[in-house]
T-cell receptor, first 111, second 113 residues
């Protein structure tokens, strides 16, 4: 059974720092991996989707990597801003196409 | 084009009542998913439809929960005899086929008092 874990559960950094959010999964036979952002009381905003044949994806200040052999993905945020404050969720697409989510990392970027 | 929509956005009901939550997927998407998100947790899978049929309902917590998608488009999640533990945000997602990126709706926040 696929399990997704995110570390740390919460993170507070000063504005301008580069930071890394970690995601690990137990079954390397994932189909795709996706990172989402969730603001308090809101729905999910897709950030990056990494297909199983890819190693990374980039969008603006965000870069996500995928290493299936080690069961890990990281989300790198460059030059963090207060507007980046949110919960970041990692989710793996399993063989039956449903998403298995981690519990998220709550990020606070202090001005 | 229009994204995934869900109605109502908020629903408050009394313990023991019946509720229906509606999801309208992106036009042309054959796959539809329901997830439930409790406070402080990531979403958890409930059920997956491919067309009109439930391809995987392994995430439904018990027989009080039921979902339909009679015409292969709009889906309704039905909860009977609601309990306070059912309070959560119910999220719907759709994808072009079973394979591919899922697009999420804004969710329905259900509160059972």
């Amino acid at each position: 059974k696929q399990e997704v874990t995110q570390i740390p559960a919460a993170l507070s950094v000063p504005e301008g720092e580069n930071l890394v959010l970690n995601c690990s999964f137990t079954d390397s036979a994932i189909y795709n991996l996706q990172w989402f952002r969730q603001d308090p009381g809101k729905g999910l905003t897709s950030l990056l989707l990494i297909q199983s044949s890819q190693r990374e994806q980039t969008s603006g200040r965000l870069n996500a990597s995928l290493d299936k052999s080690s069961g890990r993905s990281t989300l790198y945020i460059a030059a963090s801003q207060p507007g980046d404050s949110a919960t970041y969720l990692c989710a793996a697409y399993d063989s039956s196409y449903k998403l298995i989510f981690g519990s998220g990392t709550r990020l606070l970027v202090r001005p | 084009g229009a994204g995934v929509s869900q109605t109502p956005s908020n629903k408050v009901t009394e313990k023991g009542k019946y509720v229906e939550l509606r999801c309208d997927p992106i036009s042309g998407h054959t796959a539809l998913y329901w997830y439930r998100q409790s406070l402080g947790q990531g979403p958890e899978f409930l059920i997956y439809f491919q067309g009109t049929g439930a391809a995987d309902d392994s995430g439904l917590p018990n027989d009080r929960f039921f979902a339909v998608r009679p015409e292969g488009s709009v889906s309704t999640l039905k909860i009977q005899r609601t309990e306070r533990g059912d309070s959560a945000v119910y999220l719907c997602a759709s994808s072009l086929q079973g394979v591919g990126e899922q697009y999420f709706g804004p969710g329905t926040r259900l509160t059972v008092t």
